[in-house]
């Protein structure tokens, strides 16, 4: 499917949390300060509009300490013809009376979608309870609903035990509704680097017998992120903040559509649109044998970080990415209708 690429602004409007969750991609919690002021948070979403992006989506830290403003947002975009999203992790679903009401609001405003972020993690701040309440309270309002669990070894809490939920149960057992609800598992990944603690199943790694299974990346340049510090990033992956060459620049200096042009220039990206970080790694693995990156990741966005941060990795794209430049650009235009040129020179970020 063809799309004009990007299709997607995620606006953070702070990094201030209700949890304080391990390897939180942010390191978000309750006493971070800050956030975008309320009328750039609508300049944003009307530029969003005139790139032709088609959907707005509210994470954090968390969306809904914004209370009022948070609603006035996403009506804007309603009112704009854009589809919109929360990322919430249900703190504010204490009781179905007043979830129902919090959420009533919300598809006043035209919300089109809920996603709730929950795990062992999440948990040890925001019981599941909270996240029932939500789900079933979103649903009932015809409200799309997806839930996101963490997957990890040794794990406590995994999508099936939604399953088993009886209010959950009865949303499935309902035609009318069922297919509002998607729940998703996906690995909770350490936040350092060096970080050895959070282990996956074995088949959850990525090796040479799943390559073929791992896809290019739909977020780079896809989905464009403002961060609460106002900076443009060109990808919305978990590891996006520890990567420079993914954040290109400052929105109070440059408009939406003149970073995003800019973002575009980047070869590297583009690649990564097209085949994904695993492919490039193992590409550059061909290259140089002593490259080791098998069995050691389970999330695109952790052998993406490697990929910018290990120096034979970049050193290899560095001499040799010439020798991918036109299948990856042909292929590049193939898949989407950017009206943006792309440059041929190979130019490209990674910092030494």
Known sequence: ??????????????????????????GSHPFVKGRIPQERILSYIDQAAKLGIFLIVFSGGE??????????????????????????????????????????????????????????????????????NATVAAIRQGIRTSIMVESRWGRQF????????ERIASIIEDPDIKDLLHIFESP?????????????ESMQYINKNNLHAQPGCDSILGTLVVTPQEELGVCCGLTRQQISELNVGSLREQSLRALFKKAVQDFL??????????????WAAEKDPTIQWENRFAHICDICRFMYHDSKVKKTIRDRYEEKILDVSM?????????VPILMEGGFETKS
Not at 99 to 115: F, I, M, P, Q, S
Not at 269 to 282: N, R, S, T
């Open 188 to 200: 909770w990944i350490p936040m350092e680097m060096t970080n050895a603690d959070i282990r996956y």
């Open 1 to 26: 499917m063809n799309l004009r690429l990007p299709t997607t602004l995620t606006i953070l409007p702070t990094y201030r949390c209700t949890a304080a969750c391990s390897h939180c991609c942010f």
């Open 158 to 165: 995994a999508a099936e035990h939604f399953w088993r939920n």
């Open 269 to 282: 990206k583009i690649w990564l649109f097209v085949e994904g970080p695993a492919h490039i790694v193992a």
């Open 331 to 339: 292929r590049f235009v193939m898949l989407n209708e950017l009206e």
């Open 63 to 132: 969306p809904f300490l914004l209370d009022e403003d948070l609603d006035q947002a996403i009506a804007y975009a309603t009112q704009l013809g854009l589809m919109t999203r929360v990322v919430s992790n249900a703190f504010w679903a204490v009781n179905e009376t007043n979830t129902h009401k919090r959420l009533e609001r919300l598809r006043e405003a035209g919300l089109d979608e809920l996603n709730i972020s929950t795990g062992d993690f999440h948990q040890e701040y925001v019981p599941v309870e909270n996240v029932v």
